[in-house]
């Protein structure tokens, strides 16, 4: 279904009435024209963005169009969390990077390093209309996309109603687990503590510690560990099991939307929230340009092309999205409460992490 794709607009600003401007000096030179952004001419900074549909999208539409409009050069370099996290600890004492891309997880644990910049909020004004939920640390990040966090299933298997199904025997080597090294892996760890405890996830996410024997049980279910979400969402299309996850529903509702046999799966326990987010590193170069495109990636126009491009919800209100693409997003924030979707606490669940993973670990690498 092409219609949810939409391209990204690249209108540039116009210039000033102030016209043009020759110096005495230079009289005989081409004269300059002012533009309102004369102030970023010739600036460059370097930014860490993820991969995947959303990183294609803010390379060929987002990052062109603001380079045309500030008369600018902005570089990508495309990662994950903790690669992006590594890279702003590596330059910390010679910042390289002035913006990166991070998931939700990471904005307590940037801002507890010294890695990141509070927000100038009078040089983001797109901010005014960031839902309060999606605003990081009091101003040391915003969200940027929010995808759905559960299993997906090739559709010609009938949906299970719970996370305790996924233990049937039926399932045996059925099922591709995302590893505890990507974000949204942890949250089976956190799904099978529900399980284990008969808790909701907002309790269940602090009594991990339990799960290790339930989580051994599951063996012979799991087909592989993978931490490539795309790849494993092909697989999955492609009938080689049964189901996947939890992931996010990024990787999963573009093929969904073209028609593949692929489908999200929402059971009684509830769903996650994938939130990615933007932070602005301390010391980066030319702060005022990173805030800058911090902004319009908070813009409406941005924010609607990237949702129906991505099909991730805008962290943002007054975004007017096509039917097309409100089948798969949650938006406005009031459809994630509708949907239960649980944002965990990483400032909890961080200092547990290295723990989670060696006990995950133990268990399937034996």
Do not use: H
């Not at 996830?201 to 592989?224: G, M, R, S, T």
């Not at 092909?234 to 529903?249: C, W």
């Not at 990615?276 to 092309?305: T, W, Y």
Request: net charge neutral; with cysteine; hydrophobic share 45%.
């Amino acid at each position: 279904m092409t219609g949810i794709f939409s391209k990204a607009a690249t209108t540039a600003f116009a210039p000033t009435r102030r016209g043009f401007v020759v110096s005495a000096a230079t009289a005989i030179a081409a004269p300059m024209v002012l533009t309102r952004d004369a102030w970023a001419q010739g600036k460059e900074i370097v930014i860490g963005i993820w991969g995947g549909a959303q990183g294609e999208f803010i390379r060929k539409q987002v990052i062109p169009a603001f380079e045309k409009d500030f008369g600018c050069k902005v570089l990508a370099e495309e990662g994950f969390t903790l690669p992006n996290i590594s890279k702003m600890r590596a330059t910390k004492s010679n910042p390289k990077y002035t913006v990166m891309f991070v998931d939700d997880l990471a904005v307590p644990i940037c801002k507890g390093e010294d890695l990141i910049a509070p927000l100038p909020v009078d040089k983001m004004p797109n901010m005014a209309k960031l839902f309060p939920r999606f605003n990081y640390e009091n101003g040391y990040g915003t969200g940027l996309g929010i995808s759905i966090g559960t299993m997906y299933r090739n559709t010609a298997e009938k949906a299970p109603t719970s996370f305790a199904d996924l233990w049937d025997p039926r399932y045996k080597n059925g099922i591709k687990l995302n590893s505890w090294q990507n974000t949204s892996g942890l949250f089976f760890l956190i799904a099978t503590a529900a399980i284990v405890t008969g808790k909701p996830f907002a309790e269940a996410q602090y009594e991990v510690d339990k799960i290790w024997a339930k989580l051994a049980e599951i063996k012979p279910n799991i087909q592989n560990v993978y931490t490539s979400g795309v790849e494993a969402a092909n697989e999955i299309a492609q009938g080689q099991a049964v189901f996947g996850g939890i992931d996010y529903s990024k990787f999963i509702y573009p093929y969904t939307a073209k028609g593949a046999p692929i489908d999200m799966v929402f059971l009684k326990e509830g769903c996650f929230a994938g939130v990615n987010c933007q932070v602005l590193v301390k010391g980066g170069p030319n702060q005022d340009l990173g805030a800058a495109f911090m902004n319009r990636m908070l813009s409406a126009q941005v924010q609607k092309e990237l949702a129906e491009f991505a099909l991730v919800s805008p962290p943002v209100s007054s975004v007017e999205l096509s039917p097309q693409a409100l089948k798969y997003v949650a938006y406005p924030d009031t459809r994630m409460d509708e949907l239960n979707l649980f944002m965990p606490d990483w400032t909890y669940i961080n200092k547990q992490r290295a723990a989670w993973t060696e006990s995950a670990n133990r268990i399937f690498s034996a």
